[in-house]
């Protein structure tokens, strides 16, 4: 397998240089602590499928060949299936006293490696093997045991094993624990804490988002920001995954890429709906798009992994500078603070991202810390801000439509309480009306017909003196009877035939007619309308007038009762007179058709039954009438 060396134009000339000093000096400066690792010697195993090289208990032989580069160095090879072996190797002096808790700071080391001080394994990091592929994505502090440092000479070897085309080694810093530790908490918090808490807050709000979406399919803002904390949160769970089966490797960074594309072109369409210019045709171009980088390593099965990170990613950025350039034209012409905010958080994400980009592809110092982690949720943040600003927007126009429609509809109830008071006003003369009419009508079918009836007696001479005072007197009757019905502020039928009582039992007792009122289950009050109520007190009191002038009867009995189930009520007139024969239309005089009449008109059962021992008159009124 070839290998070669790939550092900075003055690496050859520096690591001579450096050469000559040690063999003709023979010793090397001693330093004090904190020491920056800035150079090393480097040899690559030529045949790594040889048994003794993959062991890693077996340190380089003397005759290694060992060259001298500048840290960070970086390692190309071809896309092999095979790992690769090779190590590094830092001397230095250290002046007396050396402290006890010396460590180790890599402030980035993604394949991982076994460390040895002077010859003395002190750790074995997780790295590459035949069955799995690993990436750190956390800095590192190794803690050196006791006593393995000494004042004069040291020796540091790492061994690494890689599959990658581009292979980096990053500076080191050999001080103690306690002045190591908190520049290590700050890039373990700015590339792994940072990027776990994004993720886990991006996939909250992406559920948030597409829920309201679903519920407002019009608003693809909401389903743009969604989709673009969906894609990032998985990215990020996907970027964070520190080792993973060599089978499933190239799979799992092709969805990672997918991702990355699906990330970076939902903020894309984001961007360019919000200012209305993402014409559909558009929409899938981004989608394809975001697809050619996993396309390309999927049918390469990984061996174009390098032109994938160099311009399919480069790609991305052209396209997110392409819809920055044409927000800020947008802005521009339509100035607001959300907009510049927006624009300001995309800027500043696009360029933490140039970053990370600058930084795997060597263009700046591999200790700079990956910024994506920080500047993704800038953006979302922003996002979802002028989100955020919009609903509360939507929520205050929301408000005052409501209370321009509770203005509304309270000038509508004032209007309708006005409308129904006319309309209650109108209803109530309608009422007055009918019910002058009403009693009018009672008058004419009554008292007028009688009094007419009593005229055309007197005209023909056929009535005498005791005949008008008995039509005086009927009259007289019927108009008491009308009032006490009709009346306003009257008890309902009850009273008025406890009136009617009163005024015909001096009569029947001047008659020497037993007049009897019985009742039974009857309530204080009965409810019924008063124009039946005067039309069953009508059959009443011509009921009991036929027996004062035609039953020559000594005892008449009413009886009054009431029933359940259907509930009606019953009166029930009996006397024990001659009685008469009701199939004769000569004894219609009577007024049986005129009670008849009044039954039907009320949705009463009127049966009249006599005989030579007594009359017998029923009464059925349903009470479901009653109201």
Known sequence: MAWRGHGRWRDGAIGGLVALLVLF???????????????????????????????????????AAWRTVTLPHQWSRRHAERPGIGWYRIDFDLTAPVPADAALYLSRLSIGGNFYVNGTAITAMRATDAATQVRWRR????????????????????RIVT???????????????????????????????????????????AVFMLVIWGYRRSEQLYLFFGLTCLFWSLRTQIYLVEAVPWAWWWPWRILYSAMTGCFALSVAAFFLSYIGQLVQRW??????????????????????????????????????????????????????????????????????????????????????????????PVVMLAMGALLAKRFVRALGLV?????????????????????????????????????????????????????????AAVERGTMGAQGMAQVLRDAMDDMRLAIDTLSPGREGMLEALGNLRYRLEPRFRAAGIALRFAWQ???????????????????????????????????????????????????????????????????????????????????????????????????????????
């Open 25 to 63: 000096q023979g010793i090397a400066c001693a330093v004090e602590l904190p020491l920056l690792v800035t150079q090393a010697k480097w040899w690559v195993v030529a045949d790594p499928a040889a048994a003794s090289d993959l062991d890693d208990r077996n340190l380089p032989p003397a005759q």
């Open 139 to 158: 800095p590192h502090l190794i803690a050196i045991p006791a006593g393995l440092l000494q004042a004069g000479s040291n020796n540091l070897l790492v």
């Open 163 to 205: 599959r990658d085309d581009l292979t980096i080694f990053p500076q080191l810093k050999i001080s103690t624990a306690g002045d190591l530790r908190p520049e290590f908490d700050r890039r373990y918090v700015a590339e792994y804490s940072s990027a776990q808490f994004s993720a886990f807050a991006a996939a909250i709000i």
């Open 283 to 376: 929409r899938w171009a981004l989608f394809a798009w975001a697809l050619v980088g996993p396309l390309a390593l999927l049918v390469s099965n990984g061996a174009w992994q390098t032109f994938v990170n160099t311009y399919w990613t480069g790609s991305l950025f052209l396209l997110e500078l392409f819809v920055l350039w044409r927000f800020f034209q947008w802005t521009r012409r339509h100035p607001s603070l959300e907009a510049f905010g927006l624009a300001g958080a995309a800027l500043a994400t696009f360029l933490l991202a140039g970053n990370d980009y600058a930084v795997r592809s060597g263009w700046m110092p591999y200790s700079n810390a990956y910024a994506m982690h920080l500047g993704a």
């Open 399 to 455: 408000e005052l439509a409501n209370q321009e429609l509770a203005r509304k509809v309270q000038e509508k109830e004032q209007e309708l309480s006005t409308q129904y008071e006319r309309t209650r006003a109108v209803e109530r003369n309608q009422e007055l009306a009918a019910e002058r009419q009403r009693i009018m009508q009672d008058m004419h079918d009554g008292l007028g017909s009688q009094l007419l009836t009593s005229l």
């Open 521 to 627: 289950d009857m309530p204080e009050q009965l409810h019924i309308a008063e124009q039946d109520a005067l039309q069953i007190l009508r059959v009443l009191q011509e009921s009991l007038s036929n027996v004062l002038k035609h039953a020559h009867a000594r005892q008449v009995e009413v009886e009054l009762s009431m029933h359940l189930a259907p509930a009606r009520f019953r009166m029930v007139i009996s006397d024990d007179g001659g009685g008469f024969d009701t199939a004769v239309p000569a004894r219609a005089g009577r007024g049986l058709s005129g009670m008849r009449h009044r039954a039907q008109r009320i949705g009463a059962e009127l049966e009249i039954r006599s005989t030579d021992r007594g009359t017998h008159i029923t009464l059925v009124y349903p009470l479901d009438r009653a109201h």
